[in-house]
C-alpha cells in the first residue's frame, strides 16, 4: 500500500489506488498522512478538477470556458489531493 500511495503522489496520472482492508487497518489514515506530506500545487479557484493555471494545454472543459469569456484564471496554493 505504502508504495501505491507514493508512485501515485509522484505520477498521479497512474490514475489512483483502490485500497482494500478490514475495518480498523488505518486505510484512510494513511492517505490522510501523505496528504499531509505532500507540497502545496497551484489550482484554478473553484475548478473541480484542480487544474494547474500554468498549463493551458491541460485545462479542463470549464476553464477554458471561463478564460474565453475572459475571466482570469488566478491561483489558489491548495493543498496536493491524495
Known amino acids: 500500500m505504502k508504495r501505491a500511495l507514493v508512485l501515485n503522489a509522484i505520477n498521479p496520472r497512474i ?5 482494500r482492508g478490514e475495518k480498523g487497518t488505518a486505510k484512510s489514515t494513511a492517505v490522510r ?23 493551458p494545454d491541460e485545462l ?3 476553464c477554458l470556458e ?17
Open 15 to 19: 490514475g489512483g489506488v483502490l485500497i
Open 33 to 55: 498522512a501523505l496528504g499531509h506530506l505532500l507540497p502545496q500545487i497551484a489550482v484554478v479557484p473553484g475548478c473541480r478538477y484542480g487544474c494547474d493555471p500554468s498549463l
Open 60 to 62: 479542463c472543459v470549464e
Open 66 to 82: 471561463r478564460m474565453a469569456s475572459g475571466a482570469a484564471c488566478r491561483t489558489l496554493a491548495a493543498a496536493c489531493r491524495s
